[in-house]
């Protein structure tokens, strides 16, 4: 779990180019895992959160992506958030497996089989945690893939540990590059950092270490960061890049996404305010895989 290498001595892997979603009909604020969702409890507008969801389909559909839709479950009001159950990978020699999550909170344990079912279905190696190895992991959540290359970011502290990491590397050869989280509402990688191409990561500083920072700007050439009030309160760093040119993202977020024109790219603004009120936005409610 070194830091120590360039980035261009990674063996290259292509971009997933399949999206998963996970359709709302069941999603809601039901109880508080984060602190987003403190006093949202019953205030989600479903039919609101159904036309939210329906423009990110369409936008992944208009960009040319192929879209698989697994359907939500009643009582798993989280379960939109796809990201979060499973950690699809592709290695060097190309061989597909995914790693399933163990997940922080008991209400949402039982999320992770269907995507089980799911990865088993489309011919992917599915593996869990050893069950020797305590603590817990919330797939894409908190473990981004450099984009083009075989590289794994890991965030850890609010819901995956740092273990799970020293695990991967050792037992299945993932080259890792640990994160340490240190602001609660920054609770997954995936609110912080948002790897857009090879060279360019979008991110906060302010909710990493001196050392994580360090690694960052070590393995993209550049970075962008994003201010405060737009990465807190808009979940500006949620977002996604299928392409390395359009940048999903939570609308409204208008210094962030000048910054992101500036260094050519397009940000494709989308309304996710009823998913923010758990604690998510555009990153965490699909899942990529190959
Ligand atoms: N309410 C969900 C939770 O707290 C939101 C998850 C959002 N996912 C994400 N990757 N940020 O678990």
Redesign the pocket.
């Known amino acids: 779990m070194s830091a120590d290498f360039s980035i261009d001595a990674l063996p290259p892997i292509p971009r997933p180019g399949r999206v998963l979603l996970t359709s709302p009909d069941h999603f809601r604020?039901e109880y508080v895992?984060?602190p987003?969702?403190a006093g949202n409890v019953g205030d989600v507008d479903p039919s609101i959160a159904r036309r939210q969801w329906d423009a990110l389909k369409d936008t992944y559909e208009r960009l040319g992506m192929e879209v698989n839709v697994l359907a939500g479950i009643p009582d798993l009001p989280?379960m939109v958030?796809c990201?979060?159950q499973s950690l699809p990978y592709q290695t060097p020699g190309g061989e597909l497996g995914v790693v399933l999550s163990r997940?922080?909170?008991a209400q949402?344990k039982p999320e992770v089989e269907h995507y089980e079912r799911f990865f088993g279905s489309v011919g992917y190696e599915v593996q869990g945690l050893d069950p020797d190895l305590p603590g817990d992991f919330?797939g894409?959540?908190?473990a981004i893939w450099h984009p083009g290359r075989y590289l794994l970011w890991g965030g850890y502290g609010y819901?995956t540990d740092r273990q799970v990491y020293e695990r991967f590397a050792e037992k299945l050869g993932f080259p890792v590059i640990a994160l340490e989280l240190t602001d609660p509402d920054f609770?997954?990688l995936?609110?912080c950092l948002c790897p857009i191409d090879e060279e360019t990561a979008l991110y906060y500083p302010g909710a990493f270490t001196d050392e994580g920072i360090a690694a960052i700007k070590a393995h993209f050439r550049r970075t962008i960061e994003a201010p405060e009030d737009d990465a807190r309160e808009r979940?500006a760093c949620?977002a996604h890049s299928p392409d390395g040119e359009h940048v999903l993202i939570q609308a409204g977020s208008a210094t962030t996404n000048d910054l992101l024109r500036a260094g050519g790219y397009e940000p494709v603004e989308l309304d996710t305010s009823e998913?923010l009120k758990?604690?998510?936005?555009v990153?965490?409610m699909k899942l990529m895989y190959w």
């Open positions: 604020v895992i984060n987003h969702m989280d958030f990201a979060n997940m922080h909170a949402r919330e894409m959540g908190d819901r609770y997954h995936d609110t979940f949620n998913f758990s604690g998510g936005s990153f965490c």
